[in-house]
């Protein structure tokens, strides 16, 4: 690979790179993408070829203004216009039927095509001087946990792309959300930091969910939309399980203080018991709390390997930021599992809480049932 160029500076030679075929890892707002041309099969082939990823697994078109739609989509709803114009430049992904510019390497075989138009200004310009739609995935080895440094990749991609634009560690730090509008009922595909609350709002009317994406959706038989929400994802090399307590989950977490702290108590209980279990017999263990939490776990009485904090649990946001981050760490501490608090699924907490199931397979104990 050549080079990491940090800000604005990597552009012009980042654009002329796609216009030759080529691949750049660029910024966004939510993860770090892998940027081809998408009018291009063979750009589109080689993205596929550089993430290991299966070929029936849809890319992302990202434009930079909402004029760039055109060409790409065969149909243009109103609706489907008004949340580009509420929430773009920002993390939100839309389906539209494609025109015939855009290849089926790029829908992976869908009569369908997922546009974006990111918030970051290194990538902004990055598309505007392309003049080209670009093709982005997130920048990671299908599987891993997406990319939220360029350091992330470089970990991954190395040797296997032309460029990476550098713009420092992303905001919000999971994928965007994905809604599709290609049918007649707006559908929450991929949960993401708009929350389907807002996506509501936006249009006058209910956004369905996806069946696929609530807990244990796709174990459970039920095919998903979204192609990549079927795959094994975002996973640590370690097992991982979630923990949380029948009661929380009946109640969608709307608990009084004396609940929470009691529910706190159980949860904490039971991971330092599994961690002194696992510790015993010669396995490291990592433990994921949030601030509010973090006193509950105490390594030098658990012997936990690793108790790492990603944030403020009313703040699902400086959650979100952490996550994959955490989840890297994890692997280069070489544990070999990693116990997780569960965390509430309201608002952008239902995005977050997704990764994190999917992290762990959706295994889940419950501290109350053991
Ligand atoms: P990633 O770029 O890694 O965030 O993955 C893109 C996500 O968008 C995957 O989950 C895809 O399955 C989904 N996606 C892309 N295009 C479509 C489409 N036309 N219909 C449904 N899902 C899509
Ligand atoms: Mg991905």
Not at 43 to 49: D, M, P, V
Not at 225 to 238: D, E, F, L, V
Not at 320 to 332: A, G, M, N, S
Request: aromatic content about 6%.
């Amino acid at each position: 690979m050549k080079t990491i160029v940090k800000g604005m500076e990597g552009v012009q030679e980042a654009a002329e790179i796609i216009k030759n075929g080529g691949l750049v890892a660029f910024p966004t707002e939510t993860v770090y993408g892998l940027g081809g041309n998408a009018l291009d099969p063979e750009a589109s082939r080689k993205i596929y070829a550089a993430k290991g990823r299966p070929s029936d697994n849809p890319l992302i078109v990202h434009v930079s203004c909402i004029a760039e739609v055109d060409p790409l989509v065969s149909v243009l709803p109103e609706s489907a216009e008004k949340l580009m114009e509420t929430f773009w430049p920002g993390p939100l992904t839309i389906i539209l039927p494609k025109s015939e510019i855009v290849p089926y390497e790029t829908t992976g075989g869908l009569e369908t095509v997922a546009i974006r138009c990111p918030e970051n200004r290194v990538t902004l310009s990055f598309i505007k001087a392309s003049g080209l739609p670009i093709a982005g995935p997130s920048a990671n080895t299908s599987g891993k946990p997406s990319p939220t440094e360029a350091t992330h990749v470089l970990h991954d991609l190395n040797g296997k792309i032309d460029m990476i634009l550098d713009d420092g560690p992303v905001g919000i730090g999971v994928e965007s959300t994905i809604i599709d509008m290609s049918g007649e009922v707006p559908t929450l595909l991929r949960p993401g930091a708009v929350t389907v609350e807002e996506l509501s709002e936006a249009l006058g009317r209910t956004v369905e969910i996806d069946p696929a994406i609530v807990a244990g959706g796709v174990n459970e038989g039920i095919h998903p939309k979204a192609p990549g929400m079927k795959y094994r994802h975002y996973a640590p090399n370690a097992k991982m399980a979630l923990v949380t307590t029948k009661f929380l989950k009946k109640r969608d977490y709307e608990v009084s203080e004396e609940e929470r702290l009691q529910a706190d108590r159980l949860i904490s209980d039971y991971i330092n018991e599994l961690v002194k279990k696992d510790e015993e017999s010669g396995l490291r263990t990592g433990i994921i709390c949030c601030d509010e939490t973090k006193d509950l776990y105490d390594m030098s009485q658990t012997g936990a390997s690793y108790v790492k904090i990603i944030g403020h649990r009313n703040e699902p946001l400086s959650m979100t930021h952490e996550l994959f981050r955490v989840l890297r760490e994890f692997d280069d501490d070489k544990v070999d599992r990693i116990y997780a608090e569960s965390y509430s699924d309201r608002g952008v907490g239902f995005a977050l809480m997704n990764r994190m199931r999917k992290a762990a397979g959706m295994t889940e104990l419950l501290a109350d049932e053991k």
